[in-house]
C-alpha cells in the first residue's frame, strides 16, 4: 500500500518552495502527498510581496475533513505564520496522534521576509518541536531558536545540542550558509552525524523545503533516520545541480 505524507505550510505561486515542492518531493520518492494550507504568499524568485494567513477555523476545518478520512504516516510542517495557526496545529496534531512529525522551523525566506510573528515562535519553540522526531533548521534558524551565534563549525555543534534539548528526537542543522563547505549535522542526543559536501554557488529557492520533505519521504519508505538524513541531502545535492533559471531572481530547484 502506498505512503502518504502531510504537508502544512503556505502556498508560494512559483512552485519553487512551500507545499507545491513538498508535493513534488512526495511524487517524485513514490509518496502520495496530503496538504493543509495556513498561508498564501505573493512572490517570485526575486520578490517577496505579502503573506496572508487562513483563517485558523478554516485550518481547522482542513485537518479535521481530512484526517478523519485519511491518516498520513508522517507529516511536515513548513510556514506556518500565526499565533493562531500555532495553536491550531498543535492541538490538531495531539488530536488526531500525528506520528513521524518533522519540523522545517521556517522564520524567514531567502528574500528576507519575516514568514513567522513574533509572538508565535514561542509556541514553535515550546509546543510544537518537542511533538516531533526532527526539527531541520537551516544556520539562521537555528540561530534564532537556540541564539547561539553560529560562524564556525564548532558552534554548528554546539546549536545542534541546545536545539536537541527543545524536545525533538534529532535535531538537525544544515550547514549551507558557511564559510567554505556546507556541512550538514544530525544530532540524536549522544551522538553527532556530520555529511560534508562542497557549496554550489548561486542563490536556490526552496533548499530547506525540500531537504524536509525528502526526510519526511525516506522515514516513511521505512529508512532509519540516520539513512534518511544521508539520502534527504543528496537528493538537494541533485536538486541544487539541476537547478533551473525560470526567473529573474533564484535558481528552482528541478525535482
Known amino acids: 500500500m502506498m505512503k502518504t505524507a502531510l504537508t502544512i505550510g503556505a502556498s508560494d505561486p512559483t512552485s519553487g518552495a512551500g507545499i507545491q515542492l513538498d508535493l513534488k518531493v512526495f511524487y517524485s520518492l513514490d509518496i502520495y502527498g ?34 478523519k478520512d485519511i491518516k498520513p504516516f508522517g507529516a511536515k510542517t513548513g510556514m506556518l505564520y500565526s499565533k493562531e495557526a500555532l495553536q491550531c496545529i498543535v492541538e490538531k496534531i495531539k488530536k488526531f496522534n500525528i506520528k513521524n512529525l518533522v519540523i522545517d522551523p521556517v522564520i524567514t525566506s531567502t528574500l528576507g521576509a519575516k514568514l ?17 522526531i526532527a526539527v531541520t533548521a537551516n544556520i539562521p534558524e537555528a540561530e534564532t531558536l537556540t541564539e547561539v551565534k553560529i560562524e564556525k563549525i564548532e558552534d554548528v555543534y554546539r546549536a545542534s545540542e541546545k536545539l536537541y534539548q527543545l524536545g525533538s528526537n534529532f535535531a ?20 553527532f552525524y556530520k555529511i560534508e ?16 520533505s525528502a526526510f519526511l519521504s525516506f522515514l516513511c519508505l521505512n529508512y532509519e533516520p540516520k539513512e534518511a538524513f544521508k539520502a534527504a541531502k543528496n537528493f538537494v545535492k541533485n536538486a541544487i545541480i539541476n537547478s533551473l533559471k525560470l526567473g529573474k531572481g533564484m535558481r528552482l530547484l528541478k525535482i
Do not use: M, R, W
Open 34 to 67: 496530503l496538504s493543509i494550507l495556513t498561508a498564501v504568499t505573493a512572490q517570485s524568485t526575486s520578490e517577496f510581496v505579502l503573506t496572508h494567513p487562513v483563517p485558523p477555523e478554516v485550518i481547522e476545518a482542513q485537518f479535521e475533513v481530512l484526517l
Open 116 to 132: 513567522i510573528e513574533n509572538n508565535a515562535l514561542k509556541i514553535l519553540k515550546e509546543e510544537l518541536i518537542p511533538l516531533s
Open 172 to 191: 538537525i542543522i544544515k550547514g549551507g550558509h558557511l564559510e567554505e563547505k556546507a556541512i550538514d549535522i544530525l544530532y540524536d542526543g549522544k551522538n
Open 197 to 212: 559536501s562542497e557549496k554550489y554557488p548561486g542563490e536556490f529557492h526552496g533548499t530547506g523545503c525540500a531537504f524536509s
